[in-house]
């Protein structure tokens, strides 16, 4: 069975300091793997995606994430957090073939000044 | 280029009553989707679309309904309003459905049935 799991329902930092959101997944076939940010009464929004292409991917805004397939993991990690930085992040899983779209529970950010 | 638009942005419903949630996108895409979020659940399949005409159950159907008339518009229909459809909907496109794909959002409906 596929499934996504994203390993803390809230995250806080402070401002400055690294950011890590942590994604597992499990799946029989070759996944494509997103995270999506969600700001406060907003639409999700990409922020990167893993094709099989390079395993290291950078997105918007600094963040980047590594999928591993031996760990089954694709972390979203950034060096320096902004206040702007503070939503809601959504780990996608899309299986081979496309037709199912798996979306984690989500992981609240929170930033501190 | 409006991508994804999605109206009313709030709406607060009677039990028993119905609404249509409107969604329109403007790139042309095929694929079209709706979702529903709840707190902690993550986005949860409602119907989608592969093209005009042509419409198919998610995950959560029940209680809802869809037509797609067109390839700009999707629009959700709620028959007899539960409290328990009280969330956050969420429509979605793509130009295909496949791996390279991302998904445009909108900016979401929030609905309190009371």
């Known amino acids: 069975a596929q499934s996504v799991t994203q390993l803390d329902s809230h995250v806080s930092v402070s401002e400055g300091t690294p950011v890590l959101l942590r994604c597992n997944y499990s799946s029989s076939y070759s996944p494509s793997l997103f995270w999506y940010v969600q700001h406060p009464n907003k639409g999700l929004q990409l922020l990167l995606k893993y094709t099989s292409a390079a395993t290291l991917v950078k997105g918007i805004n600094g963040f980047e994430a590594e999928f591993k397939k031996s760990e089954t993991s694709f972390h979203l990690t950034k060096p320096s957090a902004h206040m702007s930085d503070a939503a809601e992040y959504f780990c996608v899983v899309i299986i081979t073939g496309g037709f199912k779209t798996i979306f984690g529970a989500g992981t609240r950010l929170f930033v501190k000044a | 280029n409006a991508g994804v638009t999605q109206t009313p942005k709030f709406r607060i419903l009677k039990i028993g009553q119905s609404m249509t949630l409107q969604c329109t996108q403007d790139m042309n895409h095929n694929y079209m989707y709706w979702y529903r979020q709840d707190p902690g659940m993550g986005l949860k399949l409602i119907y989608y679309s592969v093209g005009a005409g042509i419409t198919d159950k998610g995950e959560v159907p029940n209680g809802y309904n869809v037509s797609r008339s067109t390839t700009e518009d999707f629009p959700l229909r709620l028959e007899l309003a539960a409290p328990s459809q009280t969330s956050v909907y969420f429509c979605?496109?793509?130009?295909?459905?496949?791996?390279?794909?991302?998904?445009?959002f909108g900016s979401g409906t929030r609905l309190t049935v009371v």
């Open positions: 979605a496109s793509t130009y295909q459905q496949g791996k390279d794909y991302g998904y445009t």
